[in-house]
């Protein structure tokens, strides 16, 4: 303790400074966690996924990012610009691009006067992805594109999104090759959205909700599966493994919500979709559907609606640890564990039912049992913080899992954009190959903060290895941080 003595007060200063911006960082990541800060984090991510042209100022804050797949569509002599990349790579997804947005416009829904200052990002973000998703759906009658990229090719390059070289195939459905899942993921994610525009831009809204019909209209009228229409185009990258009736569904239910038709609510009960289920993803909707309808029942009293209830109420059962019915898997560390691959977006999209089923819940007092468990809307909230605070950094590795957020986060991602060297600094090209012995296999840390990622996440014991190539646990996806952003308002709100 010399060094504090008589003659060293500078020193002291100094020690005092770092100690308390230490304490500051250590009390955010591993103590009550900033979720304002994660909440602005998790929106500016999607700049960095955006394609198409990229603004320049206060509405593009990855500065390294800039525009690319500028000739999207015209093979198809169509203009297929905008949207968003869908994860680490350079391609266009629209499955889970519209799941995506779809998500994003319900936290908009459900969490508006919470989202606060970051309302106007969300619908920003919202409307980058549903400008392209309208594009998709009116460029030719008849026709529903659905991707633009040949995903094997790309997968063999590691470039920037600026200098893609690869072919950008342009992917449809159509009567005779029929995508109802992909179709009503897309008619889901309009509808949504002519709800978050519905008072800041009419125009807009009716536009949405006008194509989201026809939309609709298609996945019904012509029934199968995009997978199979075309393979290895979307497969394994992005098959509809559940099948294609939890999206008539997804999609029946938000058009419902959007015009309380009651067509579409007697076109839901006609799918006869009853199966209990314990996952949600882009790829499976059926407990989203339920929380959705559920609302009808738990917020407006309508007891036509209790059968979709009880199903919301099956889900949570399935998903809560103490409950005798739970067939979800908790880490040592308490994270919900689904798949070994890119946990972290189920753990999300989870979370996101889990707060928002809490949020009906308190509205009407409402308490269910799962056996001898009695559930409150406090239960769903703890398990719902509890998967959030693990996100942000409270667990065993005091890992947060969100760059940029806290000071210990991933550094390794496994993105291209965000691995090699910005434009702006290295105007020339890499190559397709080019930047794998240089950015991809090297242990250094990205060249380019992406800012709120949230990636993959740990294994079953916790661990992260933090490695580029480890796609499984280093990649971070929209539909990740789109489930959050609700999550992160909820709780900020209540700060």
Not at 271 to 300: M, P, Q
């Amino acid at each position: 303790m010399a060094l504090f003595r008589k003659g060293s007060n500078f020193l002291y200063l100094i020690f005092v400074f770092f100690s308390f911006t230490f304490l500051c960082n250590w009390e955010i990541v591993e103590g009550k966690p900033n979720y304002r800060d994660a909440l602005a984090k998790s929106l500016i991510f999607f700049q960095g996924q955006r394609s198409g042209r990229i603004p320049k100022g206060a509405g593009q804050e990855i500065t390294w990012r800039a525009s690319s797949g500028l000739s999207d569509g015209q093979s198809a002599h169509v203009d297929l610009t905008g949207g968003y990349y869908d994860a680490g790579d350079n391609i266009k997804f629209n499955f889970p691009m519209a799941f995506t947005t779809t998500m994003l416009s319900w936290g908009a829904i459900e969490y508006g006067k919470r989202l606060g200052p970051q309302l106007p990002s969300t619908r920003a973000t919202i409307r980058w992805a549903t400008d392209y998703l309208l594009k998709c759906a009116r460029a030719t009658p008849g026709r529903l594109y659905v991707g633009v990229g040949d995903p094997n090719s790309d997968h063999k390059c590691w470039e920037r999104p600026e200098d893609m070289d690869t072919p950008r195939t342009v992917y449809s459905v159509s009567p005779n090759n029929p995508g109802s899942d992909v179709a009503g993921e897309t008619a889901a994610a309009l509808a949504a959205a002519s709800i978050v525009f519905r008072r800041v831009d009419p125009n807009y809204s009716k536009l949405l909700l006008r194509t989201a019909k026809s939309v609709m209209k298609f996945a019904v009228g012509y029934r199968g599966s995009y997978s199979d229409s075309l393979g290895s185009a979307v497969c394994p990258f992005y098959c509809s493994y559940s099948g294609y009736t939890d999206e008539l569904l997804w999609g029946a239910s938000w058009l419902f919500r959007a015009t309380n038709d009651v067509s579409y609510l007697n076109f839901i009960r006609s799918l006869g979709a009853n199966e209990g289920t314990d996952i949600f993803s882009w790829d499976d909707k059926y407990a989203g559907a339920r929380v959705l309808l559920a609302r009808r029942n738990l917020v407006n009293h309508d007891p036509k609606f209790q059968s979709f209830r009880q199903q919301a109420e099956d889900f949570m059962c399935r998903i809560l640890p103490n409950s005798p019915y739970s067939s979800t898997h908790y880490t040592p560390g308490g994270l919900m564990y689904k798949l070994s691959e890119s946990n972290l977006q189920y753990v999300t999209s989870i979370t996101f039912l889990l707060t928002t089923y809490s949020k009906f819940m308190a509205t009407s007092k409402h308490t269910f049992n799962c056996g001898n468990l009695m559930v409150t809307s406090k239960t769903l909230r703890s398990l719902a913080r509890k998967q959030v605070d693990y996100i942000l950094g409270d667990n065993p590795m005091k890992m947060s899992y969100m760059v940029g957020y806290g000071t210990n986060y991933p550094r390794r991602v496994h993105h291209r954009g965000s691995s090699l060297p910005s434009v702006s600094v290295h105007p020339q090209s890499f190559g397709c190959g080019g930047g794998f012995q240089q950015f991809f296999y090297t242990p250094n840390p990205n060249k380019n903060i992406l800012t709120g990622a949230i990636v993959g996440g740990p294994n079953q014991n916790d661990f992260f290895p933090d490695e580029r190539t480890d796609y499984s646990h280093s990649e971070p996806a929209t539909y990740i941080n789109a489930a959050i952003v609700g999550p992160l308002a909820y709780f900020a709100g209540r700060n």
